[in-house]
């Protein structure tokens, strides 16, 4: 499903050159579930950014899907990325003005779905998670566990082939960071591919394969034990 080779991610300030990630090379299979584990600072996030397509390589071939994204303009990537990859992050992202029920409508807003499904769809996903009774809330009224079902939920709506989860337990106690993790285990049970990075050796282990970055490198790749 997904193949770095050789790829670099080089960032340029003026006259100074830092090297984020350093000769890339990866294949993640559909149905993975990878955890991406490192100090910070180690190219985690970035590594993250260029799975999702929101960055491109300096250098090297990311194959996603079958497709080159190599040389790809701004709207094609949008266009590979919108209902193939769902995005969760550790501060949610969710539009206070909007209620739970529109915030996760929003992923579909570009897709042509109709409204009659969008609503059918919204309100099976929100039922999935155990949040329907929290449909007409704003963000604000949630618990930090009930608003990352709530982003977790509106990066599922649209099916994604891959879900990339950054730090999704960062901000979340123990309890709902746990709450958190089940839900992503059982949505890689169910067939998505999930990549998450993470600084919790914890929650890594409960990953199928675990990537640990160091100095923008892969140093270990390593599947779990069964």
């Excluded at 190599?70 to 969760?88: C, D, M, P």
């Excluded at 919790?200 to 140093?219: E, K, N, Y």
Aim: with cysteine.
């Amino acid at each position: 499903m997904i193949k770095l080779k050789g790829v670099s991610k080089i960032h340029i300030s003026g006259a100074v050159q830092t090297t984020a990630l350093d000769q890339i090379d990866l294949e993640i299979d559909a149905g993975e579930y990878v955890a991406i584990t490192g100090p910070s600072g180690c190219g985690k996030s970035t590594l993250l950014g260029l799975l999702g397509l929101i960055d491109v390589p300096s250098q090297g071939e990311y194959i996603f899907e079958g497709q080159n994204i190599a040389g790809r303009s701004e709207s094609k990537l949008n266009q590979l990325r919108r209902g193939r990859i769902g995005f969760i992050f550790q501060s949610f992202n969710l539009i206070e003005e909007l209620s739970v029920a529109e915030n996760v409508a929003l992923a579909l807003e570009y897709t042509g779905t109709p409204a009659k499904e969008r609503r059918e769809r919204v309100a099976a996903m929100l039922a999935k998670l155990g949040i329907s009774h929290r449909a007409g809330h704003r963000p604000s009224q949630l618990s930090g566990g009930q608003q990352q079902r709530v982003a977790i939920a509106r990066a599922l709506i649209a099916n994604p082939a891959v879900l990339l989860a950054d730090e999704p337990t960062g901000n979340l106690d123990t309890a709902h960071g746990d709450e958190v993790m089940r839900l992503l285990r059982k949505i890689n049970a169910e067939g998505t591919t999930v990549v998450m990075v993470t600084h919790s050796p914890t929650h890594a282990a409960q990953a199928s394969r675990t990537l640990h970055l160091l100095d923008g490198r892969i140093v270990i790749d390593a599947l779990q034990a069964a």
